[in-house]
């Protein structure tokens, strides 16, 4: 694949294992694809304003110690203001009000909790993300 058809993937969260196992998933699921991943705001954000991705998944909670934080919907925000970005939402802390409020965003496709995860429910997201 050309880098001009090369499909770039954006996933941010804080938790290491989640990281790991849903970098991996990825890469079976879009083997083509470029998965670009970042632990923090910082990293993301970087990544964010120098390159374009065809699709997010973004963690809504990226310090985990502070119950109050909700950086991944300063990210989604960033992201939708650059483009045509399909966007995933990913939480273990998907109260009601924060899944109605990452929908307020067009770009966002879908909400995958942590703790109801399905690999054909990310698969699914994936496709209407790029499309």
Same mark, same amino acid.
Request: net charge negative.
């Given at each position: 694949?050309? *880098? *001009?058809?090369?499909? $770039?993937?954006?996933?941010?969260?804080?938790?290491?294992?989640?990281? *790991?196992?849903?970098?991996?998933?990825?890469? #079976?699921?879009?083997?083509? =694809? #470029?998965?670009?991943?970042?632990?923090? !705001? #910082? /990293? =993301?954000?970087?990544?964010? /304003?120098?390159?374009? !991705?065809?699709? =997010?998944?973004?963690?809504?909670?990226?310090?985990? %110690?502070?119950?109050? $934080?909700?950086?991944?919907?300063?990210?989604?925000?960033?992201?939708? %203001?650059?483009?045509?970005?399909?966007?995933?939402?990913?939480?273990?802390?998907?109260?009601?009000?924060?899944?109605?409020?990452?929908?307020? $965003? /067009?770009? @966002? @496709?879908? !909400?995958? %909790?942590?703790?109801?995860?399905? @690999? /054909?429910?990310?698969?699914?997201?994936?496709?209407? =993300?790029?499309?």
């Amino acid at each position: 694949m050309s *880098e *001009e058809t090369q499909i $770039n993937i954006l996933y941010v969260d804080d938790e290491i294992d989640w990281h *790991e196992i849903l970098k991996r998933l990825l890469n #079976q699921i879009i083997p083509s =694809a #470029q998965i670009v991943s970042a632990l923090s !705001f #910082q /990293e =993301a954000q970087s990544l964010i /304003e120098r390159q374009f !991705f065809h699709a =997010a998944i973004l963690d809504i909670r990226l310090n985990h %110690q502070d119950k109050t $934080n909700e950086e991944g919907m300063i990210l989604q925000h960033m992201i939708a %203001q650059k483009g045509k970005t399909g966007i995933i939402m990913l939480s273990g802390f998907g109260t009601t009000d924060r899944i109605i409020q990452s929908w307020d $965003n /067009e770009r @966002v @496709v879908g !909400f995958i %909790q942590k703790d109801q995860f399905n @690999v /054909e429910k990310l698969r699914h997201l994936l496709k209407l =993300a790029m499309r």
